[in-house]
């Protein structure tokens, strides 16, 4: 080997290729553990989440007795009424399963309509120019917190739109904080979600199909609602599942505008209340830490936690097979 | 290069040529022309994809487009249906005639156009339904809605693409389940169910393999019968085996369009014979 | 077999009216949105017209709503979102390094990935139990006071943590974590390989590689990512709610030094305004809508900021 004209630049490190153990390695090494216990947070997150659920409701430790062993899960399922703040405490999830399906119900048809039709709009009938005002709009409507949409419901759509309507126009009666006002401001909060996923579903169509479409004579209808559409069925099934889920969980609008009375109830003028008005009432009100409805809490948010990681699970699920069709 | 293209005759200037330049007019060998394209031009924003394109395309015979990619034979084909309108900032000069009809004219109704010109595409399109909702879905569209006429209608066109054998017992299945060969051979089934008079073809075999190659080959003879064709192809063996006529695009323009046997034996311009003997392109 | 030439030029004119009316009703419906958006705004701010001042910007929360303001709320928030980022935006961004440019494809990665992406979706009262659970109550942990010196001055804090600034913060952390993530995650994922082969090439260490190469080049997309979670975080009311922050108070955090701030009660904007909505007097409602108008214009200047940075580097960085 020739060796008259040395490497004029400096040598660093060792010169040998076989892996040693060297202080850049160890530091190589320190990071990739730092960054990997950052990745765990998440995790660790989720695994306390569910174990602090469990532990309220479910587990039996030693000197500790859950709320199912003070309430059975019949009872839980069962009983119409729920009164954990009364002398006759009665634990039937009922009343607030159904304040939160009439709120979810409501809100799915305000929103996912809306949402979808505007999805269709940005992707298959704006140019341009026009998207680039939407998509913003459509931003800034997804990024106001829900305690203004909370305020909007309860001092502008029941007093000005529901009430001169229903109540006016119709007669009935309608009260000042209502199942149906909770319901469509919900239904406008999910409608930006809506809209921006099933856009993305809908423009990962590939465009050869619409191509196809126009060249055996089809118009832009045939080709958005029988082609376009119809492709992107799971995948748009998927963001109105990930929609209702956001619904389901929704607090402070609910809060506001849709009252805080747990009724069983086929009226979705009256009061009502939900799951997730329930926890923030009830947190509110300084429950005593270990005592029954103080267990409750937990007990229902549990299943406030399962209906929606199952919801956003099967939806990811659909998203991903989705996603997987069309590459 | 030259602005118009040269013709090909059969012995020198004899007999009347096929195509002719912008100045001449001539009637065309077989039969009457079903497209006619005078002095067209085509841009995509500020850039000529085509200038001075003329060509008369005869009815009921396959006329191969063949040349290097970016040639603008495709921008060609699918300026024969308006496909290009999809695309924004595109915009044609000169005359587009089908049946002596302007398609450009701005009373002409694009839907109506595209239900009589048909196209199959390079890669197949089947849209995620069953089979049989895919073949009916131009029919159907067009307000055909009659189960037991659209039934006959889906196993006639399937039978014409030579698909009705592999597929007629799972009509319901799902069309994506099929091959690439199948599939290519359900669209052109779909394209003929709205019974279209010109199908367009861009390089519908160019994904597949030779033994379904051969089965759509075969297929484009037996329609020639009943349908223009009008085929883009980069595969010169195909073009020779299945055109009568074919024409050379280069760079934008139509370099040289006779019929097929005569262009490939003995091509009028330098560009044709370096192309086709494989010199460029 | 086909149909007769007239009848298919009639339902011609039917389909392409169809086609006509459908166009107008996407339309409307995806307008109607910003019509919505509008009336909000101007309904609201009309409300809080005569009620936003200096004074109201300045002063404690009171009974008497003339006497309201937001002063509280405003600092509340303001150290709630800035601690929130101090915690969320390293651990965030380094757990989207690990996901993108360490993780190998095998099943850890795919639970950590599947669990941020479900954790995003799931509701913020949720997050609000755990905090309150976890950093609040810290599981039921007596009650203990330390006392940290730290050389120049000391700190004095609480174990378990109580309705204190940093108990909102690390729920806030960890409901906006997934957000940081996944958006720094696509920021890197935009950074194209060749950046990092280049890197390589000279011999860089994979650290060396990201830290001089690919984080300056995802930067601008991860501060968007991270400016926009922060924002969604400033406007979260129930998690704060459900960790009993005081709605009522009339002082601000770091009343007794500044880095005792952490460890003070405190309270934040939404949660001011959803205790003047329950108010029984009608003045508090044009009280909140003046809280809202502040709520928004800060939300608008963390959203501005996000666009201009988005804007700014897209200029600049081209590949």
Not at chain 1, 216 to 226: E, I, M, R, Y
Not at chain 2, 164 to 191: F, T, Y
Request: charge should be positive.
């Amino acid at each position: 080997m020739a060796q008259s004209a040395p490497n004029p630049a400096p040598a660093f490190g060792s010169s040998s290729l076989r892996k040693s153990a060297s202080w850049l390695r160890a530091k190589e090494m320190l990071i990739r553990g730092v960054l990997f216990c950052c990745a765990l947070v998440s995790v660790i997150t989720t695994l306390t989440i569910i174990f602090v659920l469990l532990y309220e409701s479910i587990l039996p430790f030693p000197g500790h007795s859950p709320f199912f062993a003070e309430v059975s899960v019949r009872d839980f399922l069962l009983d119409t009424k729920w009164t954990p703040q009364y002398a006759d405490k009665h634990f039937g999830i009922m009343p607030l399963v159904c304040g939160t399906a009439w709120v979810t119900f409501i809100s799915g048809c305000v929103g996912l309509p809306l949402g979808l039709v505007s999805a269709i709009y940005m992707s298959e009938y704006a140019g341009p120019r026009r998207r680039s005002v939407l998509k913003p709009v459509l931003e800034l409507l997804a990024g106001i917190p829900t305690i203004v949409y909370g305020y909007f419901g309860l001092f502008f759509v029941t007093p000005y739109v529901l009430r001169p309507i229903l109540h006016g126009g119709l007669g009935f009666t309608v009260g000042g904080a209502n199942a149906l006002a909770g319901g469509i401001v919900v239904g406008l909060m999910i409608m930006p979600l809506v809209a921006s996923l099933s856009e993305d579903v809908l423009r990962a169509v590939p465009k050869s199909l619409r191509e196809a479409g126009y060249a055996l004579g089809a118009t832009k209808f045939d080709v958005s609602v029988k082609i376009v559409v119809p492709s992107a069925l799971s995948g748009i099934l998927a963001s109105f599942l990930l929609a209702l889920s956001r619904g389901v969980g929704e607090t402070m609008a609910v809060t506001l505008c849709a009252g805080n009375l747990p009724q069983l109830t086929a009226n979705p003028l009256i009061p009502i209340q939900t799951m997730t008005t329930f926890i923030v009432n009830m947190m509110k009100g300084d429950a005593v830490v270990g005592s029954i409805e103080y267990k409750s809490l937990y007990a229902v948010a549990l299943v406030l936690f399962t209906v929606t990681l199952t919801m956003n699970y099967i939806s990811q699920l659909i998203l991903q097979r989705y996603r997987e069709v069309y590459q | 290069m030259s602005t118009a293209p040269k013709s090909t005759g059969m012995s020198g200037s004899a007999t009347p040529p096929l195509v002719l330049g912008a100045a001449s007019q001539g009637p065309a060998p077989a039969g009457k022309p079903k497209f006619e394209t005078r002095g067209m031009g085509f841009f995509y924003g500020s850039h000529q994809a085509l200038t001075e394109i003329n060509l008369l395309i005869p009815e009921k015979a396959v006329t191969a487009l063949i040349g290097p990619s970016g040639c603008g034979k495709s921008t060609y084909l699918r300026s024969l249906n308006r496909m290009n309108d999809i695309i924004d900032g595109t915009r044609v000069t000169g005359s587009v005639l089908l049946d002596g009809e302007d398609i450009y004219a701005p009373d002409v109704d694009v839907v109506a156009l595209r239900k009589r010109v048909g196209m199959v595409f390079q890669k197949s399109t089947p849209f995620p339904k069953s089979i049989f909702d895919n073949v009916a879905f131009g029919p159907r569209i067009g307000g055909l809605n009659k189960l037991s006429e659209l039934k006959d209608l889906v196993e006639h066109c399937l039978k014409q693409a030579a698909l009705w054998n592999e597929v007629k017992d799972r009509l319901r299945d799902s069309a994506m389940a099929l091959s690439g060969g199948q599939q290519q051979r359900l669209c052109i089934a779909r394209a003929l169910a709205t019974n279209p008079e010109v199908l367009l073809m861009d390089e519908p075999a160019s994904a597949l393999d030779p033994a379904s190659t051969a089965r759509i080959e075969d297929l484009i003879f037996e329609l020639k019968q009943n349908y223009t064709i009008v085929i883009v192809t980069h595969n010169m063996q195909q073009a020779a085996r299945i055109s009568e006529f074919t024409g050379f695009f280069c760079l934008g323009r139509l370099v040289e369009v006779g019929q097929t046997k005569q262009m490939f034996t003995n091509p009028a311009e330098k560009e044709t014979e370096d192309y086709i003997t494989g010199r460029f392109g | 077999m086909s149909t007769p030439h007239d009848a298919y030029a009639r339902s011609l004119r039917r389909r392409h009216l169809q086609a006509a009316a459908f166009g107008w009703v996407c339309s409307l419906a995806t307008w109607f949105s910003v019509i919505i958006l509008a009336v909000l705004l101007i309904a609201v701010t009309y409300r809080s017209v005569g009620w936003i001042s200096w004074d109201f910007l300045t002063r404690f929360d009171s009974y008497r709503p003339q006497k309201a303001g937001i002063f509280a709320g405003l600092m509340g928030s303001f150290w709630l979102i800035g601690l929130t980022a101090l915690f969320c935006v390293p651990v965030g961004v380094g757990a989207a390094i690990y996901l993108e440019e360490y993780a190998k494809p095998n099943w850890l990665t795919r639970v950590i990935q599947l669990n941020v992406s479900n954790l995003a979706g799931i509701p913020s009262i949720v997050f609000g139990m755990l905090g309150f659970t976890a950093f609040v109550r810290m599981f039921g942990l007596a009650q203990q006071q330390y006392i940290l010196w730290l050389g120049f001055t000391h700190v004095k804090f609480t174990v378990p943590f109580g309705r204190s600034v940093i108990s909102g913060a690390l729920t806030l952390t960890l409901l906006s974590l997934p957000v940081v993530i996944i958006a720094s995650q696509e920021a890197l994922r935009s950074v194209p390989p060749s950046i990092r082969h280049a890197a390589y090439a000279l011999g860089a260490t994979k650290w060396q590689t990201i830290r001089a190469q690919v984080l300056p080049a995802a930067l601008p997309g991860i501060l968007t990512g991270v400016i926009l979670a922060l924002s969604r975080a400033l406007g979260e009311t129930a998690p704060l709610a459900v960790l009993g922050a005081a709605t009522y108070i009339t002082f601000a955090p770091g009343k007794k030094g500044l880095l005792q701030a952490p460890f003070d009660p405190f309270t934040a904007m939404p949660l001011q305004i959803y205790n003047w909505v329950d108010e029984i007097d009608r003045k508090f409602q044009n009280v909140a809508a003046a809280g809202i108008v502040v709520l928004l214009v800060a939300l608008l200047l963390m959203n501005g900021s996000a666009i201009y940075i988005r804007h700014h580097f897209q200029k600049k960085i081209r590949w």
